[in-house]
Structures are given as structure tokens and as C-alpha cells.
């Protein structure tokens, strides 16, 4: 993914615009969060109008929303504040209405917004992981139960798992007088906005109600403090592993390098296998076989070898690591 890294923003300092893509019902109004230029992908705040109606549709990206405030009808069956759902790209979700407003987070994650009228599923749709639930009432609380945990007194309510990445969707929440004395950084980029309260965080400051950012990968975030307690909602594209330290100064490059280490130490046949095999070549996954993945994009590209030259990968840059120590061997 390539959005770029925001934060804080606060979406109580921007005003609402009309949504007017062609599809789209009138009465939606959205606050932009954060957006992927490429693709179009991106993260909204939506107010609909009241008396709002939307009849069946689809949309061509993966979509999931949480309804903040208000209520909104789906199917016939109304819900209140809490409802969390996630919509597989293609799936047509029955007519929706809302009497009184309804103000929803919304998660376009691999494309742009798009409706398309239809009371069928698209062709190529999965509808395996469809859900909704009332994330508030219906879920309770859990402890962490990631490894290395944050502190006690954030907690979680998972709402999805990408089965592939790993990715996450999570409430989560802070006690009031929560306090974290480190810092924290992973190998995905995380997101996360504020439904109340605020949070303090060395680097960034406080973010309060309507806050959000989006954090690219190997970014320092942390120490962490709420003096009254947050509800939060937060999103990763990866698996989240928790690399905590306790040097404000390290730079991205650094904790790229450190998290690097730890592949080597714990999955050394794996590590081995990427550094030996032609460089930039991409792997093939037998049990996803269509299945593409491409380094383009990812992060900088940047990194250092061992011969202390650091540089830029791209794509169509190919060349060997086992190169690059060859040469330096014959200097
Ligand atoms: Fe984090």
C-alpha cells in the first residue's frame, strides 16, 4: 500500500463534502482520512442525511464500516450504534435506510468507493467472510492475547483477520489512567481512529475524538498515555507483531534492520532461502496460485548491505545480494 503517513489528523477540523461518484445515492457525505492515490483505496468518515435510502448494491473493493452514531436499517433489521460489518468485494448488500442520520467509519481497502445496484453478487464474489455484528453489545472485551502484549488495560475486540495476511480489524480501548513507557513499531502499516476520548503519544501528541492516522510500516510510536480512557477502532494491512524498544532516535532504516534480525533469528531456513534465491524474484504460492506480489511500492526500498553501500531496490532493478559480497571480497 502507498498512502502516505498522516498523523495526527482530526476530522472535527475538516468539513463534510458531498459524495457525488456516480452510483452513489444522494444524502452521503464524507470526510477524506486517508487515500491511496494508486488505487484509490481509502478511509472515510460518512455522514448519510436523514431519510437517506440506498437501495441493494455492490462494491467492486473489500469495504467494511462501523456505524458511530445514529441508526441505519439494512435488510429490515435496524441497528444501532455498534454495528460492524465487513463486505467481501461483490457482495450485494440488501437495501439500506436510516429515518434519523447515521454517521459510519468506512474502510475501502483495496479500491475507491464504488455502487453498483444489484440484488445478486457479483460473479467473481466470496461471500464466506460477509459479517455483521454489533461490535458494542455483542462482543465482549479481551485481554491482548498478541506477543509481545501492550500493557494491561488495552484491550481488544477483534473483528476480522485476513486469512492470508493476517491483517486486522479491532476495537480497542484504553482505561482511563492507561500508560505504555515504550515504543513500538511493526512490519504493516496501521490505522486507527479515535470514536472517543484522548490519547497522548510522545512523538504525535495528543489525538481526541475524531482523531486518526494512517502509519506506514517501521515507524516509532510510543510511549503512550490516556488520562480519561479511549474507544477506539484501528486496522493493520499485516501481520501485527509488536516490536517494542526504548530509543526514541532510531530511525526507520534501523528498525527495518532489527525486525530483519529477528526473521533471521527465528525462521533462519526461510531467511536464507529469500537472500540465496535470485534476487527480486517473486515467490509462487501454491495454495494462492493467482496470487501476485509485486516489490514495487513497498515502503523506500531502501536497506543496507553488508558492503555498507545503501540503496534503492525497484522492481526491474534487479541484482544479487551474493553479487554485491563478491565484489567486495575482491577489492
Ligand atoms: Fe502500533
Not at 475501502?108 to 457479483?122: A, L, M
Not at 530483519?260 to 536464507?272: E, G, I, Q, T, V
Request: proline share 6%; with cysteine.
Amino acid at each position: 500500500m502507498a498512502r502516505p503517513h498522516i498523523e495526527p489528523f482530526v476530522d472535527r477540523d475538516v468539513s463534510f463534502k458531498k459524495l457525488t461518484m456516480p452510483g452513489f445515492k444522494p444524502g452521503v457525505n464524507y470526510k477524506m482520512l486517508s487515500i491511496d492515490k494508486d488505487t484509490g483505496a481509502c478511509t472515510m468518515t460518512v455522514q448519510y442525511d436523514a431519510g437517506f435510502k440506498q437501495p441493494p448494491g455492490f462494491c467492486y473493493s473489500e469495504h467494511e464500516f462501523l456505524l458511530m452514531e445514529g441508526s441505519l436499517t439494512i435488510g429490515g433489521k435496524k441497528w444501532q450504534k455498534g454495528l460492524y460489518s465487513f463486505v467481501p468485494a461483490g457482495v450485494s448488500l440488501p437495501a439500506m435506510s436510516t429515518d434519523e442520520g447515521a454517521l459510519l467509519l468506512v474502510f475501502y481497502n483495496f479500491g475507491p468507493p464504488s455502487f453498483v445496484e444489484s440484488d445478486k453478487d457479483h460473479q467473481n464474489a466470496d461471500r464466506t467472510d460477509f459479517k455483521m455484528v454489533d461490535s458494542y453489545q455483542g462482543m465482549d472485551w479481551q485481554n491482548s492475547t498478541l506477543f509481545p502484549a501492550t500493557a494491561p488495560g488495552c484491550l481488544l475486540k477483534i473483528l476480522h483477520i485476513d486469512k492470508r495476511t493476517f491483517g486486522m480489524t479491532f476495537l480497542y480501548c484504553m482505561t482511563p489512567g492507561f500508560w505504555q513507557d515504550n515504543i513500538s513499531y511493526h512490519d504493516c502499516a496501521e490505522e486507527a481512529y479515535h470514536i472517543w476520548g484522548t490519547s497522548w503519544m510522545m512523538q504525535f501528541g495528543e489525538l481526541p475524538t475524531g482523531g486518526y492516522f494512517w502509519r506506514p510500516a517501521y515507524i516509532n510510536h510510543g510511549c503512550f498515555a490516556s488520562e480519561l480512557g479511549i474507544l477506539a477502532i484501528g486496522r493493520t494491512d499485516g501481520d501485527l507483531h509488536n516490536y517494542f524498544h526504548h530509543d526514541p532516535f532510531s530511525t526507520p532504516e534501523e528498525n527495518h534492520e532489527r525486525a530483519a534480525s529477528r526473521l533471521a533469528r527465528m525462521k533462519p531456513a526461510l531467511y536464507n532461502w529469500i537472500l540465496t534465491s535470485e534476487h527480486n524474484h517473486l515467490p509462487h504460492d501454491f495454495e494462492y496460485p493467482n496470487d501476485t506480489y509485486k516489490t514495487e511500492g513497498w515502503d523506500t526500498g531502501i536497506h543496507m548491505h553488508d558492503d555498507g553501500q545503501v540503496h534503492h531496490h525497484s522492481a526491474s532493478g534487479a541484482h544479487s545480494h551474493l553479487g554485491g559480497n563478491k565484489k567486495k571480497k575482491k577489492k
